[in-house]
């Protein structure tokens, strides 16, 4: 029915920037809010993003003034602009997108995750 394809992940210096991406597909009716969240080994999954149809933008504390999360409702995509990354931020990330689904409903979705690491 619907696909979320994360896709940006990657290995590099604390202090970097990266950018996912996560790309929504399927038989879409409406996307209401579309997010990211984070778990780090050990860790419980926490929300780093979200942003709602109506632009309402979320934030976990630690990523704020670092982290920017932005959609494209025409590509069904949101994007989540990483910067001055620091080791604590690694963590595999995934995509979550609250979606009406033609004939089925409205659901919770959730991408497989990609996995960010910020090497001290």
């Known amino acids: 029915q619907v696909q979320l394809v994360e896709s940006g992940g990657g290995l590099l210096q604390a202090g970097g920037s990266l950018r996912l991406s996560c790309a929504a597909s399927?038989?879409?009716?409406?996307?209401?809010?579309m997010g990211w969240y984070r778990q780090a080994p050990g860790k419980q999954r926490e929300l780093v993003a979200t942003?709602?149809?109506?632009?309402?933008?979320n934030y976990l504390d630690s990523v704020m003034g670092r982290f920017t999360i932005s959609r494209d409702n025409a590509r069904n995509t949101v994007y989540l602009q990483m910067n001055s990354l620091k080791p604590e931020d690694t963590a595999v990330y995934y995509c979550?997108?609250?979606?009406?689904?033609?004939?089925?409903?409205?659901?919770?979705?959730w991408g497989y995750g990609t996995q960010v690491i910020a090497s001290s």
């Open positions: 399927g038989n879409i009716f409406s996307i209401n809010a």
């Open positions: 942003v709602t149809s109506g632009s309402t933008i």
């Open positions: 979550n997108a609250r979606i009406a689904v033609i004939l089925y409903g409205s659901g919770s979705y």
